[in-house]
């Protein structure tokens, strides 16, 4: 035991100072995520209200403003070192440029997002990017890479537990098949669509059965559980009675003998 004490105290000195020290890097974390939240407030303000310029049929000086918009928070984003600010920035310059058509600058911005995406292995994100980068693709008619784009954003998807990746890929392809031109492929791409969501509902439809089953199966359960308890309860009330029942007619019994020997010494 004296000697284990040594030990012991070393191995403390080494392990609690990398608890605390992990603690205190943690901490340092959420503290740099709260400060730079609390400053990039302006700048998320900025991004929500170019979204709502930047809509489908707007006029070029509102998608001009779009992008003054968002711009001024992008400088924002930058000075704080906020990569997922900035992805989503580059994003909605993507979207902005590609309304404007405006390909190239499009295609930049995009690629900008889909790189911090890598960098982080945000899948999702990289899927998205994926079938922004395709769509701009598809209207300057470079259906080759387009293509590209689309066959790795459903290889992603499918790697993904939920199949809503899976379903946003095959609308894009629907798209992609009709632009080109291919009737035949556009229809199984929008057939595979619907299967997808027929999977989806037949499998909420199988835990609510499943839910329901467990459900009636716990309530017979305590219906048999009820009904054994009323049956043993009965049974042992029966019982009873018959017991009442012997226990007085012994008593009745000996009452009768008691007066009978009675009457005869008399």
Known sequence: MVKLLPCLSILFFFTCPVSSAQTNTDSAQLARTAFIKSQTVKADSLNDLALKLAQP?????????????IM???????????????????DHLGLVYHLQKKFTQAKWFILQSNEISR??????????????????????KDFTLAKRDLDEALSLAKTQSKIDEQI?????????????GDAQKAAGAFNRIKYLND????????????????????????HHFSTTLDE????????VI?????????????????YRRSKCKT
């Open 199 to 222: 999977s989806v509902a037949r499998a909420i439809a199988g835990q609510k059965n499943a839910t329901v089953l467990t459900q009636n199966t716990r309530t017979d359960s305590l």
């Open 242 to 258: 018959i017991g009442i029942t012997l226990i007085t007619a012994a008593l009745a019994g000996i009452c009768v003998l008691l």
């Open 57 to 69: 049929g707007a006029s070029f000086n509102d998608l001009g403003k779009a992008i003054d918009h």
């Open 168 to 180: 946003e890929v095959q609308k894009a392809l629907v798209k992609y098949y009709t632009q080109e």
């Open 232 to 239: 043993e309860d009965a049974d042992r009330k029966s019982f």
């Open 119 to 140: 960098e982080k292995h945000d899948t999702l994100n990289i899927i998205s990017s994926l079938l922004a980068l395709a769509s701009v693709k598809q209207d300057i």
């Open 72 to 90: 001024a928070g992008l400088h924002i984003y930058s000075k704080f070192r906020d990569s997922v600010g900035l992805r989503e920035t580059f």
